[in-house]
């Protein structure tokens, strides 16, 4: 063996192992911390009274659907109050939404033209809130007629907990996404199970005032930021299986892809790096410490561990990195096989496992690009 192939062996297993415990080992972790707690059984609280926000700029050719989405919710009619907070629309948004309360609808309209950002729409409107449990849903998503009711119950059973996401679909053929999302939903779920999750969709979520009163005007990603909020005021974060969302603003192909998840991923990095000291508590320095060290470290002990693979290739260790490759492939595809069984998803065998490995090549991508600096404007009317 030369020095070469000794130092590309040495590397290829190091930064295989460390990856492969990052990634499906961290899962396998939470699986077994969660096998360790104490199982609660499911109770029946009375459902309290809640507000539900929909933040909105410019969303004309969403709003219409999105108010048809509200109609259709099953929690108690006299126990939530809708409201629609407007940044400053220049299209017909407003205009659609009072044509709505003109026939009828009981809705809110709250017109702040000057908020910079869908934070700062969040946290003004609270001035015009006296409920504890507060609703937050984006107008380009569409919710399953129990959904909030789910939220709220999941919230009202235990006190330690103060935010709780929905478990989120994809409006899209692109199967890359599909798999994203699935992947996701298990991992911010088994995370809150087992500590406290340390991520949660936008599209939809279940706030505690207290909570949501923390949240900083200038949040570039206000979903992970009062995650961490939470965190910091001793909550914690979870993610409702029952609670059913679907987001309508999401790719359509692979450059798409690309594109959302580098955004996206690049605005979540800011929002840890900023609340690094945030919790004493070690299950949510944990799981934050986790998402930091996967959004930033994997990306390059991939791409470590595929030259130092390829280079092994051309030696008598060519197994090594075959070997390797199985190990996370195979759990990898069979996990999404089984997630994609869940979904009720029908797509052949061996479409799926294309696109499952298209997608951990998409993803990886992503996470490479992503922007360690951001602009200090972050995301408007619900738009992230």
Same mark, same amino acid.
């Given at each position: 063996m030369t020095i070469a192939s000794q130092i590309a062996f040495v590397f290829c297993i190091a930064s295989a192992v460390l990856l492969w415990a990052s990634t499906l080992g961290y899962l396998l972790v939470l699986e077994l911390l969660?096998?360790?707690?104490?199982?609660?059984?499911?109770?029946?609280?009375?459902?309290?009274?809640?507000?539900?926000?929909?933040?909105?700029?410019?969303?004309?050719?969403?709003?219409?659907?999105?108010?048809?989405?509200?109609?259709?919710?099953?929690?108690?009619?006299?126990?939530?109050r809708w409201l629609i907070v407007d940044g400053g629309s220049r299209d017909r948004t407003v205009d659609i939404v009072k044509e709505a309360i003109s026939r009828g609808d009981k809705i809110e309209l709250i017109s702040l033209p000057d908020a910079r950002t869908k934070a700062e729409q969040v946290r003004r409107a609270l001035s015009f809130i006296s409920e504890e449990i507060i609703i937050l849903t984006d107008a380009d998503s569409s919710l399953d007629p129990a959904c909030i009711g789910e939220l709220v119950h999941a919230l009202s059973i235990d006190a330690k907990t103060g935010l709780v996401g929905t478990t989120v679909k994809p409006e899209t053929r692109l199967q890359e996404e599909q798999i994203h999302w699935r992947f996701l939903n298990l991992f911010w779920w088994l995370e809150g199970e087992a500590l406290s999750c340390a991520g949660l969709s936008g599209v939809c979520y279940a706030a505690r005032r207290e909570v949501l009163s923390s949240l900083a005007p200038d949040?570039?990603?206000?979903?992970?930021?009062?995650?961490?909020?939470?965190?910091?005021?001793?909550?914690?974060?979870?993610?409702?299986?029952?609670?059913?969302?679907?987001?309508?603003?999401?790719?359509?192909n692979a450059a798409e892809f690309l594109y959302y998840r580098r955004r996206r991923g690049s605005c979540y990095l800011a929002e840890f790096q900023k609340g690094t000291a945030a919790v004493k508590e070690w299950r949510w320095r944990f799981a934050r410490s986790a998402r930091l060290w996967q959004l930033q470290g994997?990306?390059?002990?991939? /791409?470590?561990?595929?030259?130092? *693979?390829?280079? $092994? +290739?051309?030696?008598?260790?060519? @197994?090594?990195?075959? /070997?390797?490759?199985?190990?996370? *492939?195979?759990? $990898? +595809?069979?996990?999404?096989?089984? @997630?994609?069984?869940?979904s009720q998803d029908r797509t052949p065998w061996p479409r799926l496992f294309w696109a499952t490995g298209r997608f951990a090549i998409l993803f990886l991508a992503s996470l490479v690009l992503l922007k360690k600096f951001l602009p200090e404007q972050g995301p408007i009317g619900g738009r992230t």
């Open positions: 969660i096998v360790l707690k104490r199982r609660h059984s499911r109770s029946d609280p009375d459902l309290p009274a809640v507000a539900a926000v929909v933040p909105v700029l410019n969303e004309e050719s969403a709003i219409a659907r999105k108010l048809s989405d509200l109609r259709r919710c099953l929690y108690p009619p006299d126990r939530i949040a570039r990603a206000e979903d992970t930021h009062l995650g961490l909020s939470a965190c910091r005021l001793g909550f914690g974060v979870k993610l409702s299986r029952r609670a059913l969302a679907t987001e309508l603003r999401v790719p359509q994997t990306p390059w002990l991939s /791409l470590v561990a595929f030259l130092s *693979g390829a280079l $092994l +290739l051309t030696t008598r260790y060519w @197994l090594v990195p075959c /070997l390797i490759s199985l190990a996370f *492939g195979v759990p $990898l +595809l069979l996990l999404s096989a089984v @997630l994609s069984r869940r």
